[in-house]
């Protein structure tokens, strides 16, 4: 059995694309995950390695962390401004590299928080619904 070699800073979250609405608010983004929730039943039955196991779709939420940017051109802004239960359409490449994987996906706006700690970056933390079921492709600038 053969092992691929892992090189670089494999599994380092940088360079990526968030794009809303057809605007990248990467470098406002601290985080972003793009977060299955897989629902499974298993049933035992009576014998001794018997089990019926089932597994949902998928619901999918998007989690971003936001460096809050209150002005125009700022995502918290934009969130802020928005109807809750628009929806939004978004890109997310986690590395911004020509055959890397890519998401596209719409998410439902909704308020976000504003505020923070004294003295510390004030950032808003949100998880935001997908509509539907992410479609996954490959990038390409």
């Excluded at 018997?50 to 779709?57: F, K, Q």
């Excluded at 936001?66 to 401004?81: E, F, H």
């Amino acid at each position: 059995m053969t092992m691929s070699v892992v090189t670089g800073h494999v599994g380092v979250l940088k360079n990526s694309l968030v794009e809303i609405e057809s605007v990248d608010y990467a470098n406002q983004l601290t985080r972003a995950r793009l977060v299955p929730d897989t629902p499974q039943q298993v049933t035992r039955t009576l014998v001794p390695d018997g089990a019926i196991v089932d597994v949902d779709s998928a619901a999918w939420t998007f989690e971003i962390a936001i460096v809050q940017k209150l002005a125009s051109g700022g995502l918290v802004k934009a969130l802020l401004d928005a109807t809750p239960g628009d929806e939004l359409e978004v890109v997310y490449v986690p590395k911004k590299v020509n055959g890397e994987p890519q998401a596209t996906f719409t998410v439902i706006a909704q308020p976000v928080p504003i505020g923070g700690d004294q003295g510390a970056q004030a950032i808003s933390e949100v998880t935001l619904a997908v509509q539907g079921q992410p479609v996954f492709g490959t990038y390409s600038a």
